[in-house]
Nanobody
Framework: QVQLVESGGGSMQAGDSLRLSCKASGHSFRSYSAAWFRQGPGKEREFVAAISVNGAFTNYADAVEGRFTISRDRNLLYLQMDSLKPEDTATYYC????????????????WGQGTEVTVSS
């Protein structure tokens, strides 16, 4: 079992930067790959970024490539978000998995409760 708790959301202006954190507890988080997903108002949950167990490999959605950076350190997962846009407005979730497609929410068995990010133009 892994418990995940996100933090760092807030109300921002377009162009701002923000860093989200996800603190893991329980079973060794370091043996799980991890990811960030988001769900905007009236939208389905979508993949944002993923990182491998050892942190050596990362993947990003096209919409955030070059603006967001995922990283991990021991029991913490981060999402550095730069050049924020209004379309980044969403609830952001961290997730962990043992194995599966990194971009599919169905592959992840552990989820946090989410943290809200609002970006105004």
């Amino acid at each position: 079992q892994v418990q995940l708790v996100e933090s760092g959301g807030g109300s921002m202006q377009a162009g701002d930067s923000l860093r989200l954190s996800c603190k893991a507890s329980g079973h060794s988080f370091r043996s799980y790959s991890a990811a960030w997903f988001r769900q905007g108002p009236g939208k389905e949950r979508e993949f944002v970024a993923a990182i491998s167990v050892n942190g050596a490999f990362t993947n990003y959605a096209d919409a955030v490539e070059g603006r967001f950076t995922i990283s991990r350190d021991r029991n913490l997962l981060y999402l550095q978000m730069d050049s924020l846009k209004p379309e980044d407005t969403a609830t952001y979730y961290c997730a962990a998995q043992r194995v599966g497609n990194y971009y599919s929410p169905q592959s992840y068995g552990y989820w946090g409760q989410g943290t809200e990010v609002t970006v105004s133009s």
